[in-house]
Structure formats: structure tokens, C-alpha cells
């Protein structure tokens, strides 16, 4: 299925997204990565206020090129979610409900998105400069200090994602490999090689 | 003897990371576009069109086809006939980058020291390999490798009797254990034989192959038909999403080893494969 989704996040909003679904994003979002994250985490620890409004949020892994001229961030594709692993569940027990990466995340952190009703999307990974066509301005709102790592406040406009973890904690990694695989099987009983259909 | 002037060096470097970072090689295009072809999932289908019209932007409107622009590793071949004037050519190669990274607008994404972390700002400096070869020519071979599929490498010291199907196990566990996180379709570079460094660097320069090409011994290039089938029968498809095209290329390079080894290294790339090359 298709969906047009605009931030911020609710459960109710999130609810009937399921694995393989895509999704086109509006509004308002965060980039970090793991430098972020760590200092992110490090405010929560020490029990002081977060730089940015993390309820309902969506927070993009991306760490983007400089911007040409007439760019509002350059090429911007997603990074490898799983170094995020260790501090994502502090953020989605205050509020974090999307996150948007590639590559698979932890058991704990599906624990934390089936409890909070939350969702991982995947953008694809090294479709950089496509992807950077879908934001429309940025923004660094903490951290300048970390260069592509800082944090930003960027707008995108129908930011083209897919389900990879659902708010059931559905897994599109497992599901559409095990799809394609038994598909392939029942083809290849029937004494087909092509696939389509 | 033949002089060779490192400003020329610099410029050639500069120029090439640039192209590097904006204009997918003509023959990873290639293998993307055969790789639609004969993909038949519809998901797979989906994203391989997005991964070539992303290649297209990047050529047309000549901006970065991946934000992850790479640590710069460079292979030089060094006739040994040629004196290089001006400087020192690995200050003449770090210069390049840090001159292509910043009227490139490419990230910089090397820090300066893996424990303290912090950024060099530069992207330098370079990962170089020196090699002393017969003649009078400068060969420069430059990959920008982005870290996604860098870190989903691996090496194993087999032992000998392991054999060719340990060799063949172990690929496969390694594209396995990368699962979605290289961003597939991936560019396998395997490595076989020599020792603990050697073989680790024969997969890097099995990556820097063109991928219509097969390594020149019929024993290996029948391997790597094989590989490629076998792990494209995985079905991790692209993005990890499910469907046939795990996989471009599997790229195999070997080396005499000790009678008491068998090493092996898997070294990933994803499809935003990128190196130039220029001869001096
Ligand atoms: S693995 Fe390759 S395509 Fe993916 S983000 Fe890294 S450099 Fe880009």
C-alpha cells in the first residue's frame, strides 16, 4: 500500500502502516547520527532538556554532503541505523516515533517500537542525490560543531520511504526475503523460470 | 628517466574524486541496467530503477550520488624510471583530496585518529598503496569506499583443509551477515591466498575491477559465475528487501600462499562503486 504521512507522529497515525508499505513523508523532521545521538543521550542521562521536541518526532540517520547553490542540503541518503541501536530506545521512551535509516536495528529497539507504537522506515540506501530532491530546507539547530553530523531541522515534501518495521514489529527483511524465496520454490516447481505476475 | 611533476599529481587526484563522486563508472551502470533486465520481483524492480535514476541526477546535475563520499584509498604504480619533481607525492595526493573534497562539495568524513574521533575537515588523509613497477609511467588508481559496506567485511585465516568449499562457505556467510545494511545490489571483492595483509588487500583491488571483466585464470572466473549465482540465490535482494539482485559481481583475486594457509577476505562494496583511473 501507498501512504502520504505528515509530522509529527502519532500512534494513531502510525497504526496501520504494516512492512513493505510506502510511505510519502511531509513536515517537519531531525537528521543525526550517532555523534548526535550520543550527546542526545548524554542530556537525557544527566537529566537536562533535549535541543529539540522529540514528541511525535521523526528523526532521519543522515549525515548530508555540503549544499551546491540552490540545494537546501545536498546529496542525503540514509546511513546505517544499527550504530544508533544503543540510544534509540531513551529517545522513543520520550517520545521518538519515527525513525529513517537502512539496515536492520536491534531486538530491543523493536521491543521499544512495539511498546510505543512506533515505526522504522528505510529510505534507500546511496539513492543520495534522488532523495535530496524531497527536502526543501534545513536547518542546524544544535551542534554545529559536528559538521554533517550536527543536528538539523529540515522540511521535506513527500520524502519517499518504506515500512521495514511496523508498529506490530513486522519485519520487511524477513517477510520480503521469505516471499521472494518461496515464490522462486513454487516457480521453480512448476517448471517456470520467470517470475512475473 | 622521466620527470613527472607533482602539481600534476595534485590536479589529477583533485579531478579525480570529483568525477568519482558524481558519474557512476559506465560499466557498474551497465550491470545495474542488465541487473533490471533480468530481475523479475516487482519490489527489486522498483528499487533498481530509483538506484539508476539516481545515478542520472548525480551525472546531470554533477552533485554527490551518495552522501557517504568516501575514504579515498589510492593504488599507485610506479614505473621505476620515474622521478617525481615539486614535492612528495604523498603530500601531492593528499592535497588533491583536499582540494577535490572542498571545491566538490563532497563530506568529509575521515577522522583523525580512530579513538579521539575528530574530524580532519579535509578528508585527508588517503589510504596509498605503493607499487615499483618496470617503465617510465605513473599509474593512479583512486576508489572512494564508503563505509556501509566497508564495515560489513571480513578475513579468515582458514585452515588448509577447509579447502575450496570453506573458501566458498565463508562468502556466503559474510554477504549474509551484511544482510541489508551495504546497501544492496553489492560488488563482492574476494581475496585468496597470500598472508594476513596480503589477502586483505588483493579483495580491495578485486573491487577496483571492472565488472565485465573475469579474473584471467578459467578457474577462477568460473568461481566467480558461481559465487554470484550462489549469492544471488540468497535472496537478500536489493535493499535487502527481498528479490534476486543481491549481487553485480563477484571479483576474485589469488596469491601464492604458505604451505600451512589458506587465507580469504570479503571486502563489500556497494552499488555506488566509484574509481578513476589515470595514467602518467
Ligand atoms: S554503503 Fe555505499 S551506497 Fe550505501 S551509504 Fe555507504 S557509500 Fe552510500
Redo the contacts with the bound molecule.
Keep these: 500500500m501507498d501512504y502520504k504521512l505528515t509530522t509529527p507522529f502519532t500512534r494513531e497515525s502510525l497504526k496501520n502502516l504494516m512492512q513493505g508499505d510506502n510511505v510519502y513523508i511531509t513536515g517537519f523532521m531531525y537528521t543525526a547520527r550517532d555523534a548526535a545521538h550520543k550527546r542526545l543521550v548524554d542530556l537525557i542521562d544527566n537529566g537536562k532538556e533535549l535541543p529539540i521536541d522529540i514528541k511525535g518526532a521523526c528523526i532521519y540517520y543522515v549525515g548530508p554532503t555540503p549544499a551546491k547553490d540552490g540545494q537546501a542540503l545536498g546529496s542525503a541518503?540514509?546511513?546505517t541505523s544499527y550504530r544508533m541501536d544503543a540510544y534509540s530506545p531513551k529517545l522513543l521512551d520520550l517520545g521518538l516515533m519515527g525513525m529513517i535509516g537502512?539496515g536492520m536495528i536491534g531486538e530491543e529497539v523493536i521491543e521499544k517500537i512495539v511498546e510505543h507504537g512506533a515505526v522504522y522506515f528505510g529510505a534507500i540506501?546511496?539513492a543520495?542525490a534522488l532523495i535530496s530532491k524531497s527536502i526543501k530546507s534545513a536547518e542546524i539547530i544544535a551542534y554545529e560543531d559536528l559538521g554533517a553530523e550536527a543536528i538539523r531541522k529540515i522540511y521535506v515534501e513527500n520524502f519517499p520511504v518504506t515500512v521495514i518495521i511496523d508498529s506490530r514489529g513486522d519485519n520487511l527483511y524477513k517477510r520480503g526475503r521469505e516471499e521472494y524465496l518461496k515464490r522462486k520454490m513454487q516457480r521453480k516447481e512448476e517448471g517456470k523460470s520467470n517470475m512475473e505476475d | 628517466m622521466r620527470i613527472i611533476d607533482a602539481n600534476n599529481i595534485t590536479e589529477e587526484i583533485k579531478r579525480m574524486v570529483i568525477e568519482a563522486n558524481y558519474f557512476l563508472p559506465e560499466d557498474v551502470m551497465k550491470a545495474l541496467e542488465n541487473a533490471r533486465k533480468n530481475d523479475d520481483w516487482k519490489l527489486s524492480q522498483d528499487i533498481l530503477d530509483k538506484i539508476i535514476e539516481n545515478a542520472r541526477i548525480a551525472d546531470t546535475e554533477q552533485v554527490p550520488m551518495?552522501?557517504?563520499t568516501?575514504m579515498v584509498v589510492v593504488f599507485l604504480k610506479i614505473g621505476q624510471e620515474v622521478i617525481i619533481k615539486n614535492g612528495y607525492i604523498g603530500d601531492a595526493i593528499n592535497e588533491g583530496i583536499r582540494r577535490g573534497y572542498e571545491e566538490g562539495y563532497l563530506r568529509k568524513s575521515v577522522v583523525g585518529d580512530p579513538i579521539k574521533r575528530l574530524n580532519t575537515n579535509d578528508n585527508t588523509p588517503a589510504v596509498i598503496n605503493y607499487e615499483i613497477v618496470p617503465g617510465d609511467k605513473l599509474n593512479i588508481m583512486v576508489a572512494v569506499k564508503?563505509?556501509?559496506?566497508e564495515n560489513m567485511s571480513r578475513l579468515k585465516m582458514l585452515k588448509p583443509s577447509d579447502g575450496l568449499e570453506g573458501v566458498k562457505d565463508f562468502i556466503l556467510e559474510t554477504v549474509e551477515l551484511a544482510g541489508s545494511n551495504?546497501?544492496p545490489p553489492i560488488v563482492v571483492g574476494v581475496g585468496i591466498g597470500g598472508t594476513f595483509e596480503k589477502v586483505t588487500l588483493l579483495s580491495k583491488k578485486a573491487l577496483l575491477r571492472d565488472l565485465d571483466s573475469y579474473n584471467e585464470d578459467p578457474f577462477y572466473a568460473d568461481l566467480e559465475r558461481e559465487m554470484l549465482e550462489r549469492v544471488n540465490n540468497l535472496g537478500i535482494g536489493p535493499q535487502g528487501f527481498g528479490g534476486r539482485t543481491t549481487a553485480l559481481k563477484v571479483n576474485i583475486e589469488y596469491f601464492p600462499t604458505h604451505i600451512a594457509g589458506l587465507p580469504v577476505a570479503v571486502n563489500i562494496n556497494?552499488?555506488?562503486t566509484r574509481h578513476k583511473e589515470v595514467t602518467l
Design positions: 541518503g540514509p546511513t537502512k540506501g546511496g543520495a | 551518495c552522501q557517504d568516501g564508503g563505509f556501509g559496506s551495504p546497501c556497494c552499488h555506488a
